[in-house]
């Protein structure tokens, strides 16, 4: 320590820390004010330490540290008898010591106003010190280090908050969980300290390491390295830093976490929650409340034994309203705008495993923000669904299996990969019976332990930015799986042709059905499109109009058809597009199948 | 007590892939005042530097005061005088508060002789150093040096900048000291008429290298011009510094008996000086 050097620091920055404390104090009786009604006890105090105690250290070590090398005045200080590392201690625990009173200072103040209204022991007061002092003597040290920086000390003092920005975004770990910022949380802020000693020993190593390189930087090659920074910044440096803070923020707006809408509350029937999903079923008159209650128990361990499975961080609330006079086969479920949830409409005796699966479809689909419905992933998450709905029944799984053979068309890399339009073609039937031969047949060619390693990589929760982008494909993990989508394929044609010999015989009852669509305009009639379909006597139409801006395929009118030849009771728009599908009901498989489905031109 | 102020012996300082200093060899004996003369970058201010413990040198040994020192310690700083050749005072001080600011750091800090500094050099004591002029604070700077009546004084072109008349004035007060307390200075300068009416002895360096040293007289008596047929070869104890300057010792000169239309020139230390700086003379020529 130099007595002399600390008589010139306070001479010549007197008046700035001076005034400094003075805007310190003013803030911190505001935030003590505003207090009150937010938070009371140390809320202020923890504030104003996050806030005002970073700026005057910033403050501090721009006048101690930064000033004196870029006025080269630290020049003149070397040719006097004082030594280098003497100069950056004395100024370091002048720094300390003025940071300590501000510390104090805003403490006891604290502490003074809060026991106007409360009593406070001094145990806890204390202790609220010793965490609010080594946050500060941390900030401090960190604030010196940047300050002999010189020309970078911007920087440093950005790199801070900005990686510990990045840090909470990227890894979800929130700020108060940070070294140092740590001793700042909200048992602090409400006088019960609870901190570890790992916190403590972080920050005081944090501080240790930041006054380490500050004494590094201001000895090392004889001071050299301080001077250099000092110098200012060329015109390069300065464009470079420019265009590194517009990148660096870019990247940070397109990493900015975006707000996820509340989950949906259960408000009827009886809630189910035994692991992370809550569960309810609405009972209705051909629902008892102890089937609903049953049905809610085995979705609800449906959805929990999956998210174990996948290991995915997810706490599914499910909703199922059973509504009568809906066809079995039509599931609905409700677009929430301002929750998250799973509210599904179904017919109150719409088959277990499909409602099941479609649960555990939803399910998967928000864990991955919906990324799973748009990417060749897609048919494993349709597979997935169906599988898990009926792992524990073999019958059911034998049902899939036979639907699946039933499938005309032979499954393909190229039809695996565009799910959507192999979908839109074999109907939800045929689709989810397919997808689930393919999902069956991957585990039989991985084995359960690679499959679930594929299917965690798969059905994770992604980036919901720009990262995402270099998420690898999964055509890629595949590969690292030892397969290929072609080999998939091939396997998955190979289980479903073994699938059909083996129900040879049941599908042999089913009868073959051909089936047209056409869309025509005449000058007395318009412009319809008319349907055909022999080899059923009844049977029904889904259709919907495509227009240039329709986003997708999604509720579809149905019509129901007891005649050979109809005209679809719609007038679509000349130049537009009719997707329409013939469907029939299919006693042997149980489960309407899809015979045509086409998308017609209108003339 | 030792004879000599300063020893260094083969000392060397880089600067990443610049050799600043290259083996540095330089005595000077006390209570004497010794130019080191050499060009811009030829490691003048860097062996100052070394000197004042400002650089750490990377290799040889130094000797101040009569003792050996790996870093030279707050106690023998207190023993040196500093004047560089920029000062960089605090610009919010006048002289007053300067001496006030430096004064505890020396026990020997000598109040009435700092005032007395300030008048000879006509500093003004209220003004803040950020008023004054260059030449001014250079005479400040040479104050705050002198004050502590050190032992030794180091001037790394002090006068720089200076006017003709400030130069003088300084100079004088520099010689002056010297001879009233006996002091050792190192005066550096790149001109040589400047150390030639302050030095006794002088020193050239040139690329971080000493080229030759020794008092100014005998320098002039060894190192001479030499006109005489291309193909004339001088007799061995004769070294070339630079095309036709040769170095020999001052009986070599005098007993070599020279050809026919042989012309041997004393030079002025100008010349010698500038025979020795340049960078193209050959590695060879130091004494």
Redesign the interface.
């Known amino acids: 320590m130099s007595y002399v050097l600390i008589r010139k620091e306070l001479r010549e920055h007197g008046w700035v820390i001076a005034l400094a404390l003075l805007l310190g104090a003013l803030a911190l009786l505001g935030m003590l004010e505003q207090s009150e009604q937010t938070g009371g006890r140390f809320v202020a105090l923890v504030g104003h330490a996050r806030s005002f105690g970073l700026l005057i250290a910033a403050l501090l070590a721009n006048r101690l540290f930064a000033r004196e090398y870029s006025g080269k005045t630290q020049l003149f200080l070397e040719i006097l008898p004082l030594g280098r590392a003497r100069v950056f201690w004395t100024k370091w625990l002048l720094g300390l010591g003025l940071v300590a009173i501000a510390t104090l200072g805003a403490w006891y103040g604290s502490l003074r106003w809060i026991r106007r209204s409360e009593v406070l022991d001094w145990r806890g007061a204390l202790a609220v010190l010793g965490c609010v002092a080594l946050f500060n003597l941390t900030g401090w040290a960190y604030a010196a280090m940047a300050g002999m920086l010189g020309r970078y000390r911007y920087l440093a003092w950005l790199a801070g908050p900005l990686l510990a920005y990045t840090v909470h975004d990227a890894a979800g770990i929130p700020i108060e969980e940070l070294p140092a910022f740590r001793l700042l949380g909200e048992d602090v802020a409400m006088a019960r300290p609870q901190v570890g000693a790992l916190a403590l020993v972080q920050a005081g190593s944090l501080a240790l390491v930041c006054a380490g390189a500050g004494m590094l930087l201001a000895t090392a090659g004889s001071g050299a390295i301080a001077s250099t920074l000092a110098r200012r910044m060329t015109t390069r440096e300065r464009v470079f830093i420019v265009s590194a803070s517009i990148t660096g923020l870019a990247l940070l707006t397109a990493l900015e976490s975006k707000p996820e809408p509340p989950p949906f509350e259960l408000t009827e029937g009886e809630i189910v929650a035994d692991g992370l999903a809550r569960v309810a079923v609405m009972p209705t008159g051909e629902l008892d409340a102890a089937r609903a209650s049953e049905l809610a128990r085995v979705i609800s361990r449906d959805a929990d034994t999956l998210i174990d499975r996948l290991g995915v961080s997810a706490q599914p609330r499910v909703f199922v309203l059973p509504q009568q006079g809906l066809d079995r086969t039509v599931m609905q479920r409700a677009v929430l705008s301002g929750a998250q949830g799973i509210v599904l409409r179904v017919a109150p005796d719409a088959p277990r495993p499909q409602l099941r699966a479609l649960v555990l479809h939803s399910l998967v689909a928000d864990v991955t923000l919906q990324r799973a419905l748009k990417e060749d992933r897609h048919v494993l998450l349709d597979g997935l669904s169906a599988y898990w709905a009926v792992r524990d029944d073999p019958a059911a799984r034998e049902r899939l299996w036979s639907r699946a053979a039933a499938s005309a068309a032979p499954l393909s890399a190229e039809r695996l990969q565009r799910w959507a339009e192999t979908s839109e073609q074999l109907g939800s039937c045929l689709a989810d019976a397919s997808a689930f031969a393919v999902f069956a047949t991957l585990e039989g060619a991985l084995g359960q332990s690679a499959l679930w390693t594929l299917l965690r990589g798969l059905f994770s929760r992604p980036h919901d930015d720009v990262r995402v982008l270099f998420e690898p494909s999964v055509a890629q993990r595949l590969q690292r799986a030892g397969l290929s989508w072609s080999r998939l394929a091939a396997l998955s044609e190979r289980a479903r042709l073994a699938a059909r010999a083996r129900n040879a015989a049941v599908l042999a009852l089913r009868p073959s059905y051909r089936a047209s669509v056409s869309a025509s305009a005449t000058r007395d009639r318009g412009r319809t499109v008319a349907i055909a379909l022999a080899g059923s006597p009844q049977y029904f139409a889904l259709y919907q109009v495509l227009l240039p801006w329709t986003p997708g395929v999604d509720g579809m009118s149905r019509f129901d058809v007891r005649k050979a030849r109809a005209v679809l009771p719609l007038s679509p728009p000349r130049g537009s597009r009719v997707l329409v599908a013939l469907e029939v009901e299919d006693a042997t498989l149980d489960c309407p199948v899809r015979v045509l489905a086409r998308r017609v031109d209108v003339p | 007590m030792d004879s000599e102020a300063i020893r260094l012996s083969d000392v060397r300082r880089r600067?990443g892939r610049v050799r600043a200093l290259d083996g540095v060899n330089l005595s000077v004996a006390r209570g004497e005042v010794y130019g080191f003369l050499g060009r811009n970058g030829a490691g003048k201010t860097t062996t100052l530097r070394v000197l004042?413990g400002?650089?750490?040198a990377d290799g040889g040994s130094i000797e101040l005061l009569g003792e050996r020192v790996e870093r030279v310690s707050?106690?023998l700083?207190?023993r040196v005088g500093?004047v560089?050749q920029e000062?960089?005072?605090?610009?919010?001080m006048s002289a007053t508060q300067l001496g006030r600011?430096?004064a505890?750091?020396?026990p020997s800090w000598d109040e009435q002789e700092y005032r007395r500094l300030l008048a000879v050099l006509d500093v003004p004591p209220d003004r803040r150093s950020v008023e004054l002029s260059g030449g001014t604070r250079t005479k400040l700077a040479l104050a705050l040096a002198l004050a502590p009546r050190p032992a030794l004084l180091l001037l790394d072109e002090p006068t720089t900048g200076l006017d003709p008349v400030a130069r003088a004035e300084f100079n004088e007060l520099v010689i002056a000291t010297v001879r009233e307390r006996g002091t050792t200075a190192l005066f550096s300068s790149h001109l040589v008429g400047e150390v030639e009416g302050v030095a006794t002895r002088v020193g050239i360096i040139q690329a971080g290298k000493m080229r030759v040293e020794g008092d100014i007289a005998g320098l002039r008596a060894r190192v001479r011009r030499l006109r005489a047929e291309p193909t004339f070869e001088p007799p061995p104890g004769f070294a070339r510094v630079r095309a036709d300057v040769w170095q020999a010792e001052p009986e070599l000169w005098a007993a070599t008996p020279w050809p026919e239309g042989t012309l041997v020139e004393a030079l002025s230390l100008e010349h010698i000086f500038l025979a020795f700086a340049r960078t193209d003379a050959p590695v060879t020529s130091a004494a």
Not at chain 2, 87 to 92: A, D, H, N, R, V
């Open positions: 600067y004042m400002i650089v750490r707050i106690a700083k207190r500093y560089s000062q960089y005072f605090y610009p919010w600011f430096v505890p750091l020396y």
